[in-house]
């Protein structure tokens, strides 16, 4: 006979950010019976234990313990700066991607078409804006695109994506709770290896740097860790070292050459209003955000420690267009997973590898949007 902790039960509910009428609902069994769980009148059957394992997103093993284990740090804080622990939201939905990454590596293997990511490694020994120009090469991007007048931000952003998603590399862009300060993560210690992207961050010129940025930690082999590239320089040297490099890469893959006449008055600039309509002015040109042209400009030695200092002490918003959210629910699911991986997906449910429950779990969506999905994502090829 099966032996379940009811304080597992709990724990696994509860860390998965979910409600008990959640787990009724996903289950499709009633209040009593979830009751008598909890209070260990009763046991989940092993087929009841597979469904409550996927839905909270954690190995079946876990269930059979005595009692909830202590969870391991699940990725590497390299935010800068002063943070609080990360919320029960933030942790669920690290927990979520990682089980995605992990079931997206089995089915893989499962089907005979692992895809290792197409990446040339380097180390932080390597100057970052050497490496920023190689990969424009790999990628196919010169600048001239980069700095075309009528290429919007969101267009630039894209474009990005679908050239370092040729890489093997699936991109993600999930809502992540603002208050964390985590702009995006990376994972690595699985193929396929994925960057992630927050999907709360509005501001498409900073969803662009955190791309490069997390794509940087990739070619480092240095993933597996959250980050805030946009801000001021602060915390342990060693994280300062690899963020500076990370931010370096993104900004020079970027940037070409800023007129001398502009370079002037950046080096001679004393105050925020000596330098900012130039900064704007660049902001707009290499689709970067300001927070992000300052702290390159500083750490190209262009700009003072004082303006540095100056523009991060003022309650700045990041310059950019908002990015446009689109109001149906399954074309959500295709911003947030990308059309590559929900194809993969579906060509394995065909293929008889996974079920259409499974699909489901996959992609957290809905009955009613799963046919919606994939005829989006057919009309596309």
Known sequence: MLKISPEVLKWAITTANLKEEDIIKKLNISKKKLDEWLSGKKIPTFNELEKLSKITKREISLFFLDRPPQEPRMLLDYRLGKHNELSIKSLEIIRRIKYFQKEIHNLYVETNKSLPPKIEYFNLNISPVDVASKYRNILRINKEIISEKNLKDEKIFDLLKKKIEQLNIIILNVPIPEEDGIKGFSLSDLEPYIIVINKSDEFIKSKIFTLLHEFAHLILKQGN?????????????????????????????????????????????????????????????????????????????????????????????????????????????????????????????????????????????????????????????
Request: aromatic share 10%; with cysteine.
């Open 225 to 381: 860790g959250f980050c805030n590239p946009e801000i001021l320089d602060s915390g342990h040297e060693d994280i300062m070292k690899l963020e500076r490099w990370c931010n370096i890469f993104a900004s020079h893959f970027l940037m070409e050459k800023i007129k001398d006449e502009e370079l002037i008055v950046l080096k001679n600039g004393k105050t925020i209003n000596d330098v900012d309509e130039i900064i704007k002015k660049l902001s707009e040109k290499f689709h970067l955000s300001k927070s992000a042209l300052y702290i390159t400009l500083y750490q190209d030695g262009i700009l003072k420690k004082e303006i540095l200092n100056e523009y991060f002490k003022k309650e700045y918003v990041p310059v950019g267009k908002k990015f446009k959210r689109r109001p149906k629910e399954y074309k959500k699911v295709i911003e947030e997973y990308g059309e590559k991986t929900i194809k993969t997906i579906f060509e394995a449910k065909d293929e008889g590898y996974i079920t259409t429950n499974d699909v489901l779990t996959l992609l957290s969506i809905k009955v009613k949007d799963y046919e919606m999905v994939r005829s989006f994502v057919n009309s596309r090829e």
